[in-house]
């Protein structure tokens, strides 16, 4: 293993562990308004809207850090390269 690849795989490390840190606070935040919501009027269900918004932001959080593009090869490059003709 190069020094690289042991930086990169650190740094996935680091960007998970933000990603559940993240989704935690989600989770109690949101738990929290609910609460808010339920003691108070119990009404209109208005702690919707800051699920929803933070929802879109966690879920692209979790599809920047879970769903990567792999690595472009070599092989991959030269395949293109040939299929263009050059």
Same mark, same amino acid.
């Given at each position: 293993?190069?020094?690289?690849? %042991? &930086?990169?795989?650190?740094?996935? !490390? &680091?960007?998970?562990?933000?990603?559940?840190?993240?989704?935690?606070?989600? @989770? +109690? #935040?949101?738990?929290? @308004? #609910?609460?808010?919501?339920?003691?108070?009027?119990? =009404?209109?269900?208005?702690? +919707?809207?800051? !699920? @929803?918004?933070?929802? !879109? =932001? +966690? *879920?692209?959080? *979790? +599809? %920047? #850090?879970? #769903?990567?593009?792999?690595?472009?090869?070599?092989? &991959?490059? $030269?395949?293109?390269? $040939? %299929?263009?003709?050059?």
């Amino acid at each position: 293993m190069t020094e690289e690849q %042991r &930086q990169r795989a650190i740094g996935l !490390i &680091q960007a998970k562990r933000e990603f559940w840190r993240h989704f935690a606070v989600y @989770l +109690v #935040v949101n738990a929290f @308004l #609910v609460l808010i919501w339920a003691l108070t009027s119990g =009404g209109y269900f208005w702690p +919707v809207w800051p !699920i @929803l918004g933070w929802g !879109i =932001g +966690v *879920a692209a959080h *979790a +599809v %920047r #850090v879970y #769903v990567r593009p792999a690595e472009i090869s070599e092989a &991959q490059i $030269d395949r293109e390269l $040939d %299929r263009l003709g050059s």
